[in-house]
């Protein structure tokens, strides 16, 4: 009997092993002047700082942006950027925004059409009524 090689390698899965966050960078983008900016201020003055302690694996930049709607935005591995703005929001509510970018995967939503999604192949194989032994009616 002769000796085959195996066919495929061992697919990565994010969480085997090690977890590997998919945020890499947020960056929080503000206006000194305008009023939509007051809880943006507010947040960077008083909460950034534990925010960005208890995050050491994303990087945090903060940048002015005049005459504008405060900004965060996430930068994914997978190359892709997620926007949210957050005009007239409290230092609360941009916290949660935070937290929403930091966790999400940075792929585009989409609608689900089976409830389970795998790799795999199926261990039993595909279905098919003429497998078996036959019933009669």
Same mark, same amino acid.
């Given at each position: 009997?002769?000796? %085959? ?20 960078? *947020? ?8 009023? #939509? #900016? ?15 302690? *208890?995050?050491? #694996?994303? @990087?945090?930049?903060? !940048? ?16 892709? @950027? ?12 941009? *916290?949660?925004?935070?937290? *929403?970018?930091?966790?999400?995967? &940075? ?10 999604? %795998? ?8 279905? !098919?009524?003429?497998? &078996?032994? &036959?019933? %009669?009616?």
């Amino acid at each position: 009997m002769p000796v %085959s090689g195996i066919r495929e390698v061992a697919t990565g899965r994010n969480g085997v092993g090690a977890f590997i966050l998919q945020c890499k960078r *947020l960056d929080f983008h503000y206006c000194d002047w305008a009023g #939509s #900016s007051r809880g943006m201020n507010s947040f960077l003055k008083y909460t950034l700082s534990r925010f960005a302690r *208890l995050n050491p #694996s994303v @990087e945090i930049t903060v !940048s002015p942006r005049p005459r504008k709607h405060p900004i965060i935005r996430g930068t994914y591995i997978n190359g892709r @950027e997620k926007v949210i703005c957050v005009k007239n929001l409290q230092k609360e509510q941009i *916290l949660e925004k935070a937290h *929403l970018l930091r966790d999400a995967s &940075g792929e585009k939503l989409r609608r689900i059409t089976k409830p389970v999604q %795998s790799i795999n192949e199926s261990v039993r194989g595909i279905w !098919s009524p003429y497998h &078996g032994a &036959g019933h %009669s009616i």
